[in-house]
């Protein structure tokens, strides 16, 4: 067994970041600081981590935190809010039922938060309408298992894409959204030359850079192509008929669906804007490779058809009976560190606990005689989009958010603003105190973070592993647990919440799991229900089940060839293909992607407080074709509004080949903490698959305009809180020591001097010293403030965005003091000889720049990764940036 502990400064905890859940080393050295690293026995990573893992030290920081209960925005004691909380509550539901409270929690949460939350609202409450963050990204794989399966299983694992000979990589950018699978799978191709990997994606992501075959898609087209693959195996005699027979059932229809939209490699080639060469090399890899691992994700299941997809891919599975073997398996692959801990508890609108239905009579008697509930919830409650809606209409009274941000995740954003405007009352559990959702709550309550608190989480190979605290809680801060469980003491129900820890939990979670489970339910934690509090602080990573039969933990689902349906086969689903929603036309000619970037997460409230992850992309963008920027005049660099008939938003621009003409791309994080007006959600229509509830986030049709400002400018800041109010446009990041401002305008000040002043000091400049210069014919105002010998902030002001480069400036602020020259370079906008621009960091690990990597790719003659590893230690340690270095790479080869 291995130690939980391994020294009185280092302990071992699960990251909470995506759903790969790997293993992080904690350490804290004597003046406090913290340090991570990959935990190298921890089976989901074995040691590795990406970029966002190996910064978790840089975002620990108390700056920005909710630390105190609030009501109306003052402070008050826990026993205030916590009375303020369940009368306000039990007023509403006594006045207008059970469906008028709602509570909208999240991923982010840990399972035994999760299990306190729906508990209290299905069974105690008495409704359904507890719904979660991860409905936007998961539901239409636990939809597609369970039409298939019986069951929401995911029969695969991380250790299958190293078995594998056949790696499917379908609407997932993995190297940058899952930067670890993406490690392992590259690995696997190192030690075995034979595995291929084929890329399905309408963007050429950092992923193509390891792929054998690469089909750009068509957007939207996904189950063509999956449908096409089934016509294909059958019609080359490469089904598993043997499988097919004793282990399936539905294969005719299936079929049959199939033929009507994708009879031939011609029509799929020409439906998914392909060359029926890509489409018949794919489907001869696919048919005749026996080890096939098809790993899946948001550009899957974000679709108004996404559930259908989900299953055209299981179908292919069954077929060619590719399932409960090693190397093999359709793989969901989840967005966030406990979406799967989630599913397992019920926390969503349609689900009731432990894998068991809401909709089934014999369930909701075995929950409430397990729970010892006065009530059930009988009915499914409203879905995330619905509940918002609801919210909207009033039916909805009350909301408890619980670590999430819809105001920015959401789509038709602008309309979840409005509801919540409205809302009799919002309270919120977060462990950040100014987000675009918290401004709305009437009231707040502070909930711990990664590193101090105590619980589990399950990764998408259904891993348990355990957070553990090695922080102490701040301020008023507590676990989300304890504060749902208190609340539901106040509304009455003391004894069934009366939980010391999340041990007690937890354990009630795993009973109820095994509760009357004959081997109907996969889910089954059973063994770990008895296990004392020490056993449950040293809780090992396994995968579940976790049973009598199976002590130790379950590697892959299905090897027994039984399912989880009624008759115990698998079961195929015939696919009619839908259209997405939304058609380009001459309004909104563009269809729009929206996704994850590298190094930042979810709306950045954790990752925007590190430097070195705001290093890589700093600011939020869209990426276009250079056909279609030449279109609509647009210019690398410049801004640009984007707009829809549900809102606006004005980002950078990024001209780019990757993208196909006719798409573009924007990221999902950004929001007006960050930035002035770039929520890529207020642009997109609420439009939801028919039997997940996800919305359509990866296909909205948008236009595109260039927008002029007067003048443009940047301000380097050791001040984080600085208003740009002349600013049309403003984007604020971290940077070592400082914050970074972009900023454009049409109002322009009588005196820019004056003005510097009063932006950068607030006026108080008695003890700061200035140099300026103003160049009026050319619109050039550049000015930096100091205080005493250190340079404090800096502003450039200009006709366009050709503005000098930032780099080399902000390590004049690692200086404590500046030369003569250096500050004779500040006024010129010229480094000195010896500060070199380094571009664009491309290695957030080692603050490694793109055109220092070219430079030496050059000078050096450098044709490998590794190579560029040994000069520089780029791609050294996380290994994040190594698709980018390839690229790097084959442009440095190319313009050779």
Not at 26 to 50: F, M, T, W
Not at 546 to 556: C, E, H, K, S
Not at 663 to 690: C, E, M, Y
Not at 833 to 860: H, M, S, Y
Request: proline share 4%; hydrophobic share 35%; glycine share 8%.
């Amino acid at each position: 067994m291995q130690s939980t502990q391994i020294d009185n400064q280092t302990v071992r905890t699960t990251c909470p970041y995506c759903g790969v859940g790997c293993g992080v080393l904690a350490s804290i050295d004597k003046s406090g600081i913290v340090s991570v690293e990959g935990d190298n026995q921890h089976p989901s990573n074995y040691g590795r981590l990406c970029s966002k893992g190996a910064a978790l030290g840089e975002t620990l920081s108390l700056s920005g935190r909710l630390l105190y209960p609030e009501i109306d925005d003052q402070q008050v004691t826990w026993a205030q809010a916590i009375e303020a909380v369940a009368s306000r509550f039990s007023t509403i539901i006594e006045k207008h039922g059970a469906d008028a409270v709602a509570f909208y929690v999240s991923g982010q949460l840990l399972t035994e938060d999760y299990y306190a939350a729906n508990k209290l609202m299905k069974g105690f409450i008495g409704s359904a309408n507890i719904d979660t963050n991860s409905r936007l990204c998961m539901s239409s794989a636990v939809a597609g298992y369970k039409r298939a399966f019986g069951e929401d299983c995911v029969p695969a694992c991380y250790d299958d894409l190293e078995r594998a000979k056949l790696v499917v990589l379908t609407g997932s950018n993995t190297a940058w959204c899952h930067p670890v699978v993406f490690q392992r799978i590259t690995q696997a191709k190192k030690t075995n030359p034979d595995l291929k990997v084929v890329v399905i994606d309408p963007r050429k992501t950092q992923t193509v850079s390891l792929a054998d075959v690469f089909l750009p898609i068509k957007p939207g087209t996904d189950a063509v192509l999956f449908n096409g693959l089934l016509v294909w195996i059958h019609q080359h005699n490469e089904q598993n008929d043997l499988f097919i027979d004793n282990f399936t059932s539905g294969v005719e229809q299936a079929l049959e669906a199939a033929k009507q939209s994708a009879a031939s490699v011609a029509s799929v080639a020409s439906d998914c804007g392909l060359s029926t060469e890509q489409v018949e090399q794919f489907y001869r890899l696919f048919a005749r490779t026996e080890r096939v691992v098809t790993l899946f994700s948001q550009g899957i299941n974000q679709s108004s058809s996404g559930t259908d997809k989900v299953n055209s891919i299981i179908n292919c599975h069954l077929l060619s009976g590719r399932i409960g073997r090693p190397g093999m398996g359709p793989f969901s692959i989840t967005g966030q560190p406990n979406a799967m801990g989630g599913r397992e508890v019920g926390g969503l609108a349609n689900q009731l606990a432990a894998h068991m239905e809401i909709d089934n009579p014999e369930d909701r008697d075995r929950v409430q005689r397990f729970w010892q509930s006065p009530r059930i919830a009988d009915r499914a409650g409203y879905k995330a989009v619905e509940m918002f809606d609801a919210i909207a209409d009033g039916k909805i009274k009350a909301v408890w958010i619980m670590a999430t941000n819809p105001v920015v995740s959401l789509p038709e954003a602008d309309k979840v603003k409005k509801a919540l405007e409205g809302c009799e009352l919002v309270v919120i559990s977060d462990t950040t105190r100014s987000t675009d959702t918290t401004q709305y709550a009437h009231i707040r309550l502070p909930a711990l973070s990664w590193g101090e608190r105590e619980g589990t989480v399950t990764n998408s190979e259904r891993r348990i592993s355990r957070q553990r605290a090695f922080l102490p809680a701040p301020g008023q801060a507590r676990s989300d647990w304890w504060i749902i469980t208190q609340i539901a003491q106040k509304m009455g129900f003391r004894e069934q919440f009366d939980y010391a820890d999340a041990h007690e939990i937890f354990s009630e979670h795993a009973a109820l799991s095994g509760f009357e489970n004959r081997g109907q339910r996969q889910f089954d934690i059973s063994a770990l229900a008895n296990q004392n509090k020490d056993a449950y602080d040293d809780l090992e990573p396994v995968q579940w089940p976790v049973n009598q039969q199976q002590p130790q933990g379950t590697q892959r689902l299905y090897s027994n060839g039984l399912f989880n349906t009624s008759d115990n086969k698998a079961q195929f689903v015939p696919i009619k293909p839908s259209l997405p929603a939304a058609l380009a036309n001459t309004k909104s000619p563009y269809i729009l992607n929206t996704g994850r970037v590298r190094d930042h997460w979810h709306s950045m409230t954790r990752t925007g407080k590190s430097p070195r992850l705001s290093s890589h992309i700093h600011e939020s963008y869209v990426e276009i074709h250079p056909q279609d920027a030449d279109q609509c005049g647009l210019v690398n660099g410049g801004l640009a509004n984007i707009s829809s008939d549900h809102g606006m938003i004005q980002v950078r621009v990024l001209v780019s080949d990757k993208q196909q003409p006719g798409s573009v791309f924007v990221p999902i994080h950004w929001n007006q903490q960050f930035s002035s007006n770039a929520r890529v959600g207020s642009l997109i229509k609420t439009v939801t698959d028919p039997y997940s509830g996800q919305p359509e986030f990866k296909h909205s049709v948008v236009n595109i305009q260039p927008v002029k400002y007067t003048w443009y400018g940047f301000i380097l800041s050791r001040r984080g809180d600085l208003n740009p109010f002349l600013a049309g446009y403003w984007n604020k990041s971290r940077g070592n020591g400082l914050w970074r401002y972009e900023t454009a305008g049409n109002s322009t000040p009588e005196q820019w001097s004056s003005h510097a002043r009063k932006l950068l000091t607030n006026d108080n400049h008695a003890n700061s010293t200035w140099i300026e210069f103003y160049e009026t014919s050319r619109h050039h105002y550049r000015a930096a403030c100091f205080h005493g010998e250190q340079l404090s902030s800096c502003l450039f002001i200009g006709p366009d965005p050709d503005l000098p480069p930032r780099d080399w400036l902000i390590g004049l602020f690692e200086k404590e003091s500046l030369s003569k020259a250096e500050r004779d370079s500040l006024l010129t906008g010229k480094s000195l000889g010896n500060q070199q621009d380094v571009g664009a960091i491309i290695c957030a690990c080692f603050n490694v720049g793109e055109q220092t990597i070219q430079d030496t790719i050059r000078a050096q003659e450098l044709t490998s990764t590794d190579e560029i590893g040994a000069c520089l230690k780029a791609g050294t340690n996380c290994g994040s940036c190594i698709p980018e270095l390839r690229t790097l790479l084959e442009q440095c080869k190319v313009s050779a």
